[in-house]
């Protein structure tokens, strides 16, 4: 296994510019997630690595190989692709064996490889099929044992779980973070869902508009986003974004003032605050005129079985709170939203985060 480099990356497709100038370091063993929404350029910033498409400018190294000129049959490196990409005429195993046949690998070790990358996917009853008489998820498999099978450098996928259902996506989340612990592979996983990035990755490296807008591990990209963008795509509910101006004491947002401690009021005078950002879960529901609390009416109501999101309209915009499962409110009804100024993140109107929220996720930071 290898770390992954790229160093100031462009590439431009006629007029488009797709990566503006990428740099991105995965240390060795280590799962990166990348993420962003459709078309931010995932994709392209993978086959560049693999090979399958040359940049503008800048280069990518594997281990401390610059790989940039090379063939991607030199480059070490298994990736798998959305669409798995099998070979429809040959078997499962014929699928499995056929980087190592390219190879030259003999015939009993070959065999012997196969069998033993099989057996971890568990799909070894599988060989003798064709990729048409599999279901999605043991296809998904194959195309998981084919790229594991000549031990690479590093493994790339590209939204390998987009063409599952919903709860074969859960399981074979499961089982990909696990084969990729147990083969401690340095992998980069491209996807758009936030939580898969969350829950597989040592680190998540977001991408937006052709840039990298933050690489940390999941709860840091939580709890500590670097500006408005990440803040408000990770999340789900996303963040609660309204409004503030400066005050006397705290900052002014929902109609209120919301009282901030001194040296934090002086940060977001510093950095001219415009914006306040509150997650779902640091707010709370509370009575209607509650002191501190912002006033405001329920505009939806959803359980969700193990909890309830209530959207309430504030002066400002909505948001969303997390309240128990036996949450019960109407539509209209006059409340308020609580929370703790110290679980806020503030921006200024350049989107980024001037001044962080204080308690990290219930762990003192
Ligand atoms: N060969 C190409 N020629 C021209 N434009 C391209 C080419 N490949 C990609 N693009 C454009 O580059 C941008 C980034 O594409 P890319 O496939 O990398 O996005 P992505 O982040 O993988 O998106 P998705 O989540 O939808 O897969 C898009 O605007 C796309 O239309
Ligand atoms: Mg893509």
């Given amino acids: 296994m290898s770390s992954v480099l790229y160093r100031k990356v462009v590439k431009n497709f006629g007029a488009l510019n797709v990566l503006r100038s990428l740099d991105l370091a995965v240390p060795d063993h280590k799962f990166l997630a990348l993420l962003g929404p459709s078309g931010c350029g995932k994709t392209t910033a993978l086959r560049i690595l693999a090979g399958l498409d040359m940049p503008t400018s800048g280069k990518v190294f594997i281990g ?5 000129r090379l063939q991607p049959r030199d480059r070490d490196i298994a990736m798998v692709f959305q669409s798995y990409a099998l070979y429809p005429q040959m078997t499962v195993a014929e699928n499995i064996g056929y980087p190592l046949w390219i190879r030259g690998t003999p015939d009993t070790a070959r065999k012997a490889k196969i069998g033993e990358v099989a ?3 568990e ?12 279901s999605g998820g043991q296809r998904q498999r194959v195309a998981l044992a084919r790229a594991i099978v000549r031990d690479p450098a590093a493994f790339l996928m590209d939204e390998p779980l987009s063409n599952l259902d919903a709860r074969l996506r859960l399981t074979m989340r499961g089982e990909i973070k696990r084969l990729c612990q147990r083969l401690s592979a340095t992998t980069i996983y491209v ?12 680190l998540v490296g977001v991408m937006h508009g052709g840039d ?30 309204l409004p503030v101006t400066l005050a006397e004491q705290g900052v002014m ?9 001194r040296a934090r009021l002086t940060a977001c005078r510093l950095a001219e605050i415009v914006e306040i950002g ?3 879960e640091d707010c709370s ?12 009416e329920i505009y939806v109501v959803e359980p969700m079985g193990n909890e309830t999101l209530v959207n309430v309209r504030l002066d400002g915009g909505n948001v969303s709170v997390r309240a128990g499962r036996d949450f019960r409110g109407s539509v209209g009804e006059n409340i308020s939203v609580a929370f703790d100024a110290a679980n806020a993140c503030l921006f200024n109107s350049a989107g980024l985060t001037a001044v962080q929220r204080v308690n990290s996720n219930g762990r003192e930071k």
């Fill in 64 to 68: 401390e190989r610059d790989v940039t």
């Fill in 119 to 121: 057996a971890i996917l």
């Fill in 123 to 134: 799909i070894g009853h599988l060989l003798d099929r064709r990729p048409r008489q599999l």
């Fill in 191 to 202: 996807t758009h869902d936030q939580v898969e990035a969350l829950t597989m990755a040592d």
């Fill in 212 to 241: 990298l807008q933050q690489m940390a591990p999941p709860i840091d990209i939580y709890d500590r986003p670097a500006n408005r963008f990440v803040a408000t795509f990770v999340g789900n509910p996303p963040m609660n974004i």
């Fill in 253 to 261: 947002a929902g109609g209120r003032i919301v009282p901030l401690a």
């Fill in 278 to 280: 509150l997650r779902p």
């Fill in 285 to 296: 529901i509370a009575q209607p005129g509650a002191p501190g609390a912002l006033p405001g």
